[in-house]
């Protein structure tokens, strides 16, 4: 049997990322060849992984990048089973470089192996959830809020402190589309016979009625639309008066929450 030096094993762990017994244990399977061990280690990491997969991950982080030109712009959400993990060092700093990368491609093979390999090493499911890249017209504004918990990236023109701020905003209210035009037309169909029904059974005259409908249907595309929602900092004012006031626009915005639509399993009683 060949002798399994220390610089051997360390360059196992270097390639795999995992602890010293498992990289002398396969070295030593393989009669010291480096190559084969990292294959054989690269077999039991899959094996690992796909136990691992069937264990719900949604803890995590956004992971975040924004070009230096401030044109161009990704958040990635990088799921784990606790939240100790999501503090791990080596899964920030996937969840970081992985951010660089989505800005100009998807992931691929090389991210799944490098995912799969950080799976083998914390012991925990790791998953690439979703990822959103922006293209700007204007520029980019990033916030990174609640511990990574929540990122939003908006493509805004105007002073750098209104991209803060309807970063912000958009942390904190979460609207689904910039304006009330945006809203498809299915949604807002649906929420008409929604507010008819209700208006219906106040028993009131039909053009009062309608003005209801109307009312109620103008206040849930605000509700729901950034440039009609009130402005976090200013409630007596919506985006949209706030922006104008400032000469300012917001061309284009996108955020991911962590583990949001995730359904977690409750422990027993």
Same mark, same amino acid.
């Given at each position: *049997?060949?002798?399994?030096?220390?610089?051997?094993?360390?360059?196992?762990?270097?390639?795999?990322?995992?602890? *010293? *017994?498992?990289?002398?244990?396969?070295?030593?399977?393989?009669?010291?060849?480096?190559?084969?061990?990292?294959?054989?280690?690269?077999?039991?990491?899959?094996?690992?992984?796909?136990?691992?997969?069937?264990?719900?991950?949604?803890?995590?982080?956004?992971?975040?990048?924004?070009?230096? $030109? *401030?044109?161009?712009?990704?958040?990635?959400?990088?799921?784990?089973?606790?939240?100790?993990?999501?503090?791990?060092?080596?899964?920030?700093?996937?969840?970081?470089?992985?951010?660089?990368?989505?800005?100009?491609? $998807?992931?691929?093979?090389?991210?799944?192996?490098?995912?799969?390999?950080?799976?083998?090493?914390?012991?925990?499911?790791?998953?690439?959830?979703?990822?959103?890249?922006?293209?700007?017209?204007?520029?980019?504004?990033?916030?990174?809020?609640?511990?990574?918990?929540?990122?939003?990236?908006?493509?805004?023109?105007?002073? $750098?402190?209104?991209?803060?701020?309807?970063?912000?905003?958009?942390?904190?209210?979460?609207?689904?589309?910039?304006?009330?035009?945006?809203?498809?037309?299915?949604?807002?169909?649906?929420?008409?016979?929604?507010?008819?029904?209700?208006?219906?059974?106040?028993?009131?005259?039909?053009?009062?009625?309608?003005?209801?409908?109307?009312?109620?249907?103008?206040?849930?595309?605000?509700?729901?639309?950034?440039?009609?929602?009130?402005?976090?900092?200013?409630?007596?004012?919506?985006?949209?008066?706030?922006?104008?006031?400032?000469?300012?626009?917001?061309?284009?915005?996108?955020?991911?929450?962590?583990?949001?639509?995730?359904?977690?399993?409750?422990?027993?009683?």
């Amino acid at each position: *049997m060949a002798e399994i030096s220390a610089a051997l094993v360390m360059e196992l762990r270097r390639r795999t990322g995992l602890g *010293m *017994m498992e990289c002398k244990k396969a070295l030593s399977e393989t009669n010291g060849d480096l190559d084969k061990a990292e294959e054989l280690l690269r077999i039991k990491s899959g094996a690992k992984a796909s136990k691992a997969a069937s264990r719900i991950a949604a803890e995590g982080i956004i992971g975040a990048y924004v070009s230096p $030109d *401030m044109k161009l712009g990704s958040l990635v959400e990088i799921n784990c089973e606790t939240d100790f993990v999501a503090r791990n060092e080596d899964f920030v700093a996937f969840a970081k470089a992985l951010a660089e990368i989505v800005a100009t491609r $998807d992931p691929g093979p090389a991210e799944e192996d490098k995912r799969q390999k950080l799976v083998q090493k914390i012991g925990e499911n790791i998953t690439i959830r979703h990822f959103k890249r922006l293209q700007a017209k204007g520029k980019l504004a990033l916030y990174v809020h609640a511990g990574a918990q929540i990122g939003v990236l908006v493509d805004y023109d105007g002073a $750098d402190d209104v991209g803060k701020d309807v970063a912000m905003h958009i942390a904190f209210a979460k609207p689904r589309h910039l304006s009330k035009a945006e809203v498809p037309q299915e949604a807002v169909s649906a929420e008409r016979k929604i507010q008819e029904a209700r208006a219906k059974e106040s028993g009131k005259p039909a053009e009062i009625v309608a003005k209801m409908v109307e009312g109620s249907l103008n206040k849930f595309l605000g509700e729901i639309s950034l440039m009609g929602q009130p402005f976090i900092k200013d409630d007596k004012q919506t985006i949209e008066k706030m922006l104008a006031a400032k000469k300012a626009k917001v061309n284009a915005y996108a955020f991911l929450v962590v583990g949001e639509g995730i359904e977690k399993t409750q422990p027993a009683h």
